[in-house]
């Protein structure tokens, strides 16, 4: 009796969609890690995890349960040039499973080998791109926010050839969707040299159907559709901006329609706080800095609108209209979800009793945080311990001038005692709302450096402590530390 059984609802459409592929094989396949709740939540039998069969299926050696591998094809604009077709390039989708919760996953091999959308690539990943997705798909999990998981690590036992020679490995990703804005803009390319066949509507009534079926009872399905897509995305960039993450390469292949979080290439975490900050070391002129995702995610909503324009409205102009009303929600939607969270993090109310306003509060506090260079996440943390009955000192000296930092708490006081939230909750709140541990970028580096020469223990030890990234841990105290100078990471690439 099989542990689990695939199922293909994607592959049921036509096969202009994917490519049917064969993973490669691989010589001495190991299992790094494999993530055992979400397993489990998925059908998986707890003694096969750890099985040959279990490593050959997350290897791609051998595939097993009903398991069969396509190649999605989509297209996007990456850096905002347009690229008509990407696609897959080193990804295989095996399969979908239902998880306890009655929700239909994907389960997809990365770094699986070549594709028909390989463009000259040889398809493999490395072990640092692998352990890096790992360790931020789970923390982002644990963070809460929506996003992509890990299923399993493997080692392949091959060198792959990048600027130097690397060890392989195999990363099996989990996600509710893969179909990207990507998806849509390609299949509306296609539309247009074939009007009398609407790829673009069998995707939508498939989105629609495996993720959206309220859509369907709307008299118009596929407004609702783009409606739901883009307020998703304003409320996933919120919670990215709100723990100071930087996606690093905003492509409209990098942006599904599940909204949740994909691609963990060259992203990171800010240590200390600026609005332009950029890690991407192919992000030249910061278009996808922190300040800049929210108008990136409307601008590549608007593409996603184009695609979706003969689905709108029967008359083109009438369809622009529509879809510039609904686009248009976005950064209202956003704006609302950003303020709301901040309004946690910090105990205060989004009503201030006051001449000034939780927002105009937060942009203040924004420019005092880059002139006086504070860590993000250790400023909100210490205030946190503040509204919890700790001493200021820790929180001033956070600030390069301390007479900054008691000028700003001056005022956040004065707020806090307004507030109309004020309760004992409100610090129980900011507990919740205000990371302890976050992955670092000197972290993953040094998890990454570790595995390279063959040593998981770091990567272990970085993932058992994201996931309980609220939590105190009094043994893990240098988890919470800002790197020193000499570890500071201020370029991440993007790894394929």
């Known amino acids: 009796m099989p542990p689990i059984s695939f199922e293909h609802s994607y592959a049921e459409l036509p096969d202009t969609f994917y490519s049917s592929v064969q993973p490669d094989s691989v010589p001495t396949p190991e299992l790094i890690k494999v993530n055992e709740p979400l397993a489990e939540a998925l059908g998986f039998e707890t003694d096969f995890l750890h099985s040959e069969e279990?490593?050959?299926?997350?290897?791609?050696?051998?595939?097993?349960?009903?398991?069969?591998?396509?190649?999605?094809?989509?297209?996007?604009?990456?850096?905002?040039?347009?690229?008509?077709?990407?696609?897959?390039?080193?990804?295989?989708?095996?399969?979908?499973?239902?998880?306890?919760?009655?929700?239909r996953y994907d389960v997809q091999l990365k770094g699986a080998g070549r594709t028909p959308y390989s463009r000259g690539g040889d398809g493999k990943a490395g072990i640092g791109p692998v352990l890096r997705e790992y360790i931020l798909s789970e923390a982002m999990a644990a963070l809460g926010v929506p996003t992509t998981r890990a299923l399993a690590a493997v080692s392949t036992g091959e060198m792959i050839m990048r600027e130097e020679s690397l060890p392989g490995a195999v990363f099996t990703r989990v996600a509710q969707s893969h179909v990207?804005?990507?998806?849509?803009?390609?299949?509306?390319?296609?539309?247009?040299?074939?009007?009398?066949?609407?790829?673009?509507?069998?995707?939508?009534?498939?989105?629609i159907d495996r993720h959206y079926p309220d859509a369907r009872e709307s008299e118009t399905p596929y407004q609702a559709l783009l409606r739901s897509i883009t307020l998703r995305q304003a409320e996933l960039i919120a919670q990215w901006m709100s723990l100071g993450f930087i996606h690093g390469v905003m492509n409209t292949d990098n942006m599904q329609v599940v909204g949740e979080t994909i691609d963990y290439g060259p992203c990171a975490f800010m240590d200390v706080f600026h609005p332009e900050k950029k890690f991407s070391s192919i992000d030249r002129h910061g278009r996808y800095a922190w300040n800049n995702q929210?108008?990136?995610?409307?601008w590549n909503l608007s593409r996603l609108a184009e695609a979706f324009l003969p689905l709108l409205e029967s008359d083109e102009d009438a369809a622009i209209k529509t879809a510039e009303d609904i686009i248009g929600e976005f950064m209202p939607h956003f704006h609302d979800r950003l303020l709301n969270i901040f309004a946690l993090k910090t105990g205060l109310s989004t009503e201030l009793d006051t001449e000034l306003s939780l927002g105009e509060f937060m942009q203040?506090?924004?420019i005092t945080m880059t002139q006086q260079k504070?860590?993000?996440?250790?400023?909100?943390?210490?205030?946190?311990?503040?509204?919890?009955?700790?001493e200021s000192d820790k929180f001033i000296t956070l600030?390069?001038?301390?007479?900054?930092?008691?000028?700003?708490?001056?005022?956040?006081?004065n707020l806090f005692n307004k507030s109309h939230s004020h309760t004992t909750d409100q610090a129980e709140q900011m507990k919740?709302?205000?990371?302890?541990?976050?992955?670092?970028?000197?972290?993953?580096?040094?998890?990454?450096?570790?595995?390279?020469e063959g040593d998981f223990n770091v990567f272990h030890e970085l993932v058992r402590i994201l996931y309980r990234p609220?939590?105190?841990?009094?043994?893990?105290?240098?988890?919470?530390s800002p790197p020193q100078q000499h570890e500071e990471v201020k370029q991440t690439f993007c790894g394929t």
């Open 399 to 413: 600030f390069e001038d301390p007479s900054a930092a008691n000028e700003w708490l001056k005022e956040w006081e």
């Open 470 to 480: 609220y939590d105190e841990q009094p043994d893990k105290k240098k988890y919470e």
């Open 432 to 452: 919740a709302t205000n990371p302890i541990y976050i992955p670092r970028n000197h972290r993953v580096e040094q998890a990454i450096d570790a595995g390279l």
């Open 364 to 366: 203040k506090t924004f």
């Open 294 to 298: 929210p108008a990136i995610g409307q």
């Open 54 to 103: 279990a490593i050959n299926l997350f290897s791609g050696n051998k595939l097993c349960c009903g398991a069969d591998a396509i190649a999605m094809a989509y297209a996007g604009h990456q850096f905002g040039g347009w690229s008509p077709q990407l696609g897959d390039g080193r990804a295989a989708l095996i399969g979908e499973l239902t998880d306890l919760n009655d929700v």
């Open 374 to 390: 504070t860590d993000f996440t250790l400023f909100f943390r210490s205030l946190t311990q503040l509204a919890n009955g700790g």
């Open 180 to 207: 990207r804005v990507g998806t849509f803009q390609y299949f509306a390319s296609l539309d247009y040299n074939e009007p009398k066949n609407s790829y673009v509507k069998t995707l939508a009534d498939y989105v």
